[in-house]
């Protein structure tokens, strides 16, 4: 089974001897064991078996073994959230003096990691801007540890060359992490480019439909053997019904994103037309600084559109409120489309400095373009433009 859609279909877990045809929920906490001998080997490892569902259970199993194929990935392992999963990957491969270099266009909480909390253990962050790649580099020291990359980026949808960065990693031997999140293994596939571990909330384009959280990290085997013990030994497991949940929505991943980006990109191409717009962003749009690398990485462009209103702050709030069908959130990937204002939500812990830098301007939305009917998503915003 090579293609995608099979893979995310057919790979599933055994039957059982109830003969079913799709697979069935595990909510159970343990299992059970033959005898003593059966035991012992078990937790020694000499077994590859379940032994209690913060380790493994069969429902996270397939979960993580779809997201493995559809990667290329070795193994992987899932978690409770995307920021668990960012966190025990970086927690599980870091030692304190440790250093890590990563580009400034991250998440948010991603930032205040690197910020806030891995300081505590004495494990800094050098930070390059997109535009800045040739300084790579020159930010690389004895003690670097790991190369940190999101593309496309949240909220700006910059794009980094992954092949360039990837070169870079493996010539100074670091680990090589990319947030994959707003492409979803459908659209690109990182570990092609030389990525060592892939990481995915799962919460997003993954689930489709704004019902559940995950996390998950895939790659190397020697590397997520480190991650799984300190997850097993930590807690941040993925719940059997969430990896149920995740496993079905990963179905239709290869045709929701489809859906998505078709309409994407004919709403960044009204975008792009309106007189109350400054700019637009959007990987396949001919405009995108990065339009070439976006073509030769990304199958697709994505559903995120990122946008400056004219008049800034005041309009975009004004623009806001006058939404009617789509909905304010701070989430993304779901079927129905979402208007976000980053500056004052999933980026407002930032300085104004901060944001900057990144290109997060008081006027900047972000659009996670759901899978209504296109017409219906472009009058909505039609309507609160022109208010």
Not at 182 to 207: M, N
Not at 272 to 294: I, M, N, R, W
Request: charged share 20%; proline share 3%.
């Amino acid at each position: 089974m090579k293609n995608f859609e099979t893979q995310a279909i057919r790979n599933q877990t055994e039957r059982t001897q109830y003969s079913e045809h799709s697979t069935p929920l595990y909510l159970t906490s343990s299992f059970v064991f033959d005898d003593a001998e059966d035991m012992r080997a078990s937790f020694a490892e000499e077994k590859q078996r379940n032994l209690y569902s913060r380790f493994t259970n069969p429902n996270t199993t397939e979960f993580v073994d779809k997201i493995v194929a559809m990667e290329g990935a070795e193994a992987g392992y899932a978690f409770a959230t995307g920021m668990s999963a960012i966190f025990s990957s970086f927690a599980a491969l870091l030692n304190a003096g440790d250093h890590i270099v990563s580009c400034r266009s991250v998440f948010g909480s991603t930032h205040s990691m690197f910020t806030k909390y891995l300081p505590k253990w004495n494990i800094e962050t050098s930070y390059f801007k997109v535009d800045e790649v040739d300084r790579v580099e020159s930010l690389i020291q004895e003690n670097t540890k790991i190369l940190y990359i999101e593309t496309p980026t949240n909220p700006a949808v910059d794009i980094l060359d992954l092949e360039v960065i990837g070169n870079i990693a493996k010539k100074h031997n670091l680990i090589f992490i990319v947030d994959n999140c707003f492409a979803t293994p459908y659209i690109q596939q990182p570990i092609k480019f030389g990525a060592d571990l892939v990481i995915h909330s799962a919460t997003k384009l993954i689930d489709g439909q704004g019902r559940v959280l995950g996390g998950v990290t895939v790659g190397k085997s020697d590397l997520i053997r480190e991650i799984y013990l300190f997850a097993r030994n930590t807690g941040p497991a993925m719940s059997p019904f969430n990896a149920w949940v995740l496993s079905k929505s990963l179905e239709t991943l290869a045709i929701r994103v489809e859906k998505h980006c078709e309409n994407a990109l004919k709403v960044a191409q009204f975008l792009e037309e309106h007189k109350q717009v400054e700019f637009v962003k959007y990987p396949f749009l001919k405009s995108h600084p990065q339009y070439h690398t976006a073509k030769q990485q990304m199958k697709l462009g994505g559903n995120i559109v990122a946008f400056e209103i004219k008049g800034g702050l005041a309009s975009g709030r004004k623009f806001l409120n006058n939404i009617k069908m789509c909905s304010l959130s701070a989430n993304l990937g779901d079927t129905r489309t979402i208007v976000t204002h980053p500056s004052s939500t999933t980026h407002g812990k930032l300085s104004e400095e901060e944001r900057l830098e990144v290109g997060i301007t008081n006027g900047l939305v972000r659009i996670s373009v759901g899978l209504e009917n296109v017409e219906d998503i472009i009058n909505d915003l039609q309507q609160a433009l022109t208010a």
